[in-house]
């Protein structure tokens, strides 16, 4: 079952975590991040790790929201850097990604692997203004006589405030009208989303 049994990594589409985990650190949509070369040295290797643009290129000082709807990936993990990348899990728990989380600066990037099922229910909560609900495949069940014998109630919990989640699908927007999503713009419909490749183009989300 390739929804909730392959595990892939999810490259860019991680990136609104890291940014909803900046949000909540006080970080603004005006925030202004360094887009310049990074380079990391790993705790547990002592090597270094240095993201890369995949223009190649570097802006210099960038807002947060360009950095959101351009998909700049220095800017994001000098973000995530300053933050703490144990924020940055906390957040992506909350938001229902359980599995592929690995604690190093590369999961700012979504280096960590997942699947389609808690992708989707990650991404559902920003629509949902902040609530993330765990999917159910069985709502309830009845005997023979039309006897409730089981019931199985949404589960709900908050995983960012509402001006959280309102800010980040503002910037999903933002990705489709003026960023790397442009083409999902042919659909004449509202729609707020992210793109996504990994490495050697192995996987192509959105």
Do not use: C
């Amino acid at each position: 079952n390739r929804v909730t049994q392959a595990q892939r990594q999810s490259g860019s589409l991680f990136k609104p975590v890291v940014f909803s985990a900046a949000l909540a650190q006080d970080y603004t949509a005006a925030s202004m991040i360094m887009d310049a070369p990074l380079f990391i040295r790993l705790s547990t290797t002592q090597k270094i790790w240095q993201p890369k643009n995949f223009s190649g290129k570097y802006r210099g000082p960038t807002l947060l929201r360009t950095a959101m709807t351009q998909s700049i990936n220095v800017v994001t993990a000098r973000l995530a850097h300053q933050i703490g990348i144990s924020k940055i899990i906390q957040q992506a728990r909350q938001m229902g990604l359980k599995s592929g989380l690995p604690h190093v600066p590369s999961v700012s990037l979504g280096a960590g692997e997942t699947n389609l099922m808690e992708l989707v229910q990650a991404y559902s909560t920003f629509p949902r203004g902040g609530t993330q609900i765990e999917p159910r495949l069985v709502l309830s069940v009845y005997d023979r006589d039309f006897q409730l014998i089981f019931n199985n109630p949404p589960r709900v919990e908050q995983a960012m405030s509402p001006q959280n989640a309102y800010i980040i699908t503002h910037l999903l927007k933002q990705s489709v009208e003026n960023g790397t999503g442009w083409r999902a713009r042919a659909l004449n419909h509202p729609v707020a989303g992210k793109t996504g490749t990994t490495n050697d183009m192995r996987d192509a989300w959105f």
